[in-house]
């Protein structure tokens, strides 16, 4: 039977095809003709026995009657419905419209998608040009020659009597500034083209940290075993890891993951944790350790194909993210900025007090995530020393957990990117702002 969006609505295409009397079948399965009439126009829900009783009488199995796009439309016509944040979305007749116009509401559906697939290209430009050294680099040397050529050029023409040689000069600058032009904007042509077909290119030591951990799953299963090298070894073997600052940044990582896989083994924490419904305070007593290594282990447990990927993210104590696991759904920025709405800033604010907090993320899902976040005083500070908190977030897919009782925190990714159009902390006006 062809493909249709709602279950009433493949009812009565059934129906039709079968050549069968809206009252003959209403009266095969024991309703009124009216009230059939209402369901094969989406105006009335079906389930359970009746749908039983309606399958058999159309010589089709119920399932096919009840699956189908119905479940995935609704569910993107509710998600741009709650982006909407200014207009009065009649949201509880969202079943009647995907039924009368199932046209229009696959046309709303498809627009979504295409604004979705928008969005993440403006947030992976906006995220290049904010913190790509070469391109700013780049874009400044053009924007210097340009300047220089302008300079050069005015005097040229606001000046009637210039000697020879200083004309001479002049264009002998004006060539020069005018061949660097060309050939830095060459340049950064072919590099646009080099790094068009990557998201996120490498131009920081934390970037080559985090791709080369992301290729690895976040997981590193030499360093679960108890080698007397392990550290050293990962590192020799890290040759997607170039740079010098790169390479202390690695390390020290790996000592610290080394630390946490001691403390916590693989097997006995991975059986806990999902006990455990991925608690960090639980794991924390069971395990006798800190809630942010509990955090960072729970980050690190490895992940089979299709599941839900966990994430963690730190700060220090200027809100800089040191750390970045993204997981499914969760954007996050590359270098600082993030939504200061995010309970990792919160943490920051109540040192030593665990934070829990269920948070929907504005963006083209509005997903909801799970977290929990810690601010822990980091190792070695003297009596005498400022005292200096480094900041922890898991956070968890709500899929993926059972999610308690708890408010709905709506936070963003950072506030050049964020689509909310009211909000008290806003530090600048997002590029995804509608015009007023």
């Known amino acids: 039977m062809p493909a249709t969006t709602l279950i009433g609505s493949r009812i009565r295409e059934r129906r ?20 059939l009439n209402l369901i094969e126009h989406n105006k009335r829900r079906i389930g359970g026995k009746l749908l039983v009783s309606l399958g058999r009488a159309l010589d089709i199995d119920p399932t096919q009657l009840a699956e189908g796009a119905e479940a995935t439309v609704l569910a993107a016509l509710r998600d741009a419905a ?19 116009f199932s046209g ?19 947030e992976t430009l906006n995220d290049r040009l904010a913190h790509d050294p070469h391109l700013a680099a780049s874009l400044h040397d053009l924007l210097s020659s340009v300047t220089a050529i302008n300079s050069t050029a005015s005097i040229l023409v606001d000046t009637q009597d210039i000697a020879g040689e200083w004309r001479d000069r002049f264009h002998r600058n004006l060539a020069e500034d005018s061949t660097r032009l060309a050939e830095g904007a060459q340049a950064l042509v072919r590099y646009l083209d080099e790094v068009s077909d990557t998201e996120l290119g490498t131009s920081t030591p934390q970037d080559e940290v985090e791709l080369w951990l992301e290729a690895r799953g976040y997981h590193l ?13 990962v590192l020799r073997g890290a040759t ?9 940044l690695a390390a020290r990582y790996l000592v610290r993951y080394r630390a946490d896989a001691a403390k916590m083994p693989l097997g006995a924490f991975s059986s806990a944790a999902a006990e455990a419904g991925f608690d960090p305070l639980r794991l924390t007593e069971m395990f006798s350790s800190d809630p942010a290594a509990v955090m960072r282990r729970i980050a690190s447990l490895p992940q089979d194909d299709g599941q839900l990927r966990l994430g963690l993210v730190s700060c220090d104590g200027s809100g800089t993210l040191i750390f970045r696991k993204p997981p499914d759904g969760f954007s996050m920025p590359r270098v600082g900025a993030a939504c200061p ?31 929990y976040a810690v601010a822990q005083p980091q190792a070695g500070a003297g009596f005498d020393a400022p005292p200096v908190f480094e900041a922890t977030m898991l956070i968890l897919p709500a899929e993926r957990v059972d999610v308690p009782d708890l408010p709905v925190q709506r936070i963003g990714s ?23």
């Open 16 to 35: 039709l095809t079968l050549g069968i009397k809206q009252s003959v079948l209403a009266q095969t399965v024991e309703i009124s003709p009216a009230y």
């Open 240 to 248: 997607q890891i170039k740079s010098t600052a790169a390479k202390d």
């Open 341 to 371: 709405l995010w309970p990792l800033y919160q943490a920051l604010s109540r040192p030593m007090v665990p934070i829990r907090a269920l948070v929907e993320l504005a963006g083209r899902e509005a997903q909801r995530f799970l977290t």
């Open 82 to 100: 709650a982006r909407a944040e200014d207009i009065a979305v009649e949201i509880d007749r969202v079943e009647e419209f995907a039924g009368q």
């Open 221 to 233: 299963s030499e360093l679960e075993r108890a080698l007397p090298s392990g550290p050293e070894t």
């Open 104 to 122: 229009w509401a696959e046309l709303v559906v498809m627009q979504r998608r295409q604004i979705a697939v928008l969005e993440h290209t403006v």
């Open 414 to 436: 950072t506030c050049r990117i964020c689509p909310r159009a009211k909000c008290d902390v806003r530090r600048e006006p997002s590029v995804l702002a509608a015009p007023a």
